[in-house]
């Protein structure tokens, strides 16, 4: 797992290779995450929505694990878009499309060896695909109050374990939040005291791919 550094490149500009290798054990690492949390997601949308959020998101992430050798060794735009058909067609619910989305629009945006500014700028762009798809924004209780943040800190140039940090902040902050998309706007006030489980699902993929990326 190389560092491709470069001496006349910027720090900020400094990025891994991302051989089939590397690209095999970031997709494992985020995909075994959020299989092993499947009974915490699934407690989390029991409170506040219908209990489906895990096994929705676990069953579209052992779709892409059996894809794994195939995904690894594909361009990481086609890699992307290819994760995120697959997540729009397995995981069902809103958070099929939305996660779907970000993928696809996360593959759009990127090229194969990304530096961090064009990560950056991809990470927005697919957010902003969230948005449009969700009619949703921050201060709703869902996965953006997490996505959002962690965008924030990633483009300000924070390291990684302060990116992790604020994606399971912002998390949690979601719990004394009152839900006004999603199934958990039915509940109304009720809705305030649970961790939204879509914001922990993306937490959770921010804190593998920023451990992942963190390994030597
Ligand atoms: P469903 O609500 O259809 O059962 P899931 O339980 O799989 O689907 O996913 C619920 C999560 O999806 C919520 O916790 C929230 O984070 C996210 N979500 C729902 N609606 C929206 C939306 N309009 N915009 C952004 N995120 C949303
Ligand atoms: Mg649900």
Redesign the pocket.
Known sequence: MAIVEHSMTRPSEIVRSLDAERKRWLIAAVADSVIAHVDELTAL?AA???G??GH??KRGFEAVLLDLDTLSRMELPDLLRTVGTTLVMK??????P?YGTLFLALGKALSDEPSRGEAATAFAAAIAA??A????DAG?????DVLIPSCQAFSAGGDLTAVKKVAALAAEATAPMRAT????SFLGERSIGHM????RS?SLMIAALCDEWGEA
């Open positions: 949308d506040i929505g219908d489906d959020h929705n998101m995981v069902g619910g809103a958070s099929g939305l969230v948005r798809r969700g009619k949703s709703q209780k869902t996965m953006l998309r999603g199934r958990a939204d489980p879509g914001a993306s």
